[in-house]
């Protein structure tokens, strides 16, 4: 997991193979802990709308990640 280098959000990190979406939890502890001023939605990569699909259901990941890896994102 590379929580320390925040260089790159969460969705960019899965894109890049450098982390799983079963991590997000530790991620979004990990934004808890920082000093980021940062929204959560930004901090992971989300737009807000992508945002509060995830929240409404956390199945709709793999939806946002696929999205973002066609170059059209949800929002």
Same mark, same amino acid.
């Given at each position: 997991?590379?929580?320390?280098?925040?260089?790159?959000n969460?969705?960019?990190?899965?894109?890049?193979g !450098?982390?799983?979406?079963?991590?997000?939890? /530790?991620?979004?502890d *990990? &934004?808890?802990?920082?000093?980021?001023? !940062?929204? $959560?939605?930004?901090?992971?990569?989300?737009?807000? =709308?992508?945002?509060? $699909? &995830?929240? *409404? /259901?956390?199945?709709? $990941?793999?939806?946002?990640?696929?999205?973002? =890896?066609? =170059?059209?994102?949800v929002?």
């Open positions: 997991m590379m929580f320390n280098d925040h260089s790159n969460f969705i960019e990190l899965c894109l890049q !450098k982390t799983l979406l079963e991590d997000i939890d /530790d991620y979004i *990990s &934004w808890h802990e920082s000093d980021s001023s !940062k929204p $959560l939605h930004d901090f992971l990569g989300m737009t807000l =709308k992508e945002y509060s $699909l &995830w929240v *409404s /259901d956390h199945d709709l $990941l793999t939806n946002i990640i696929n999205a973002h =890896k066609e =170059k059209g994102r929002g």
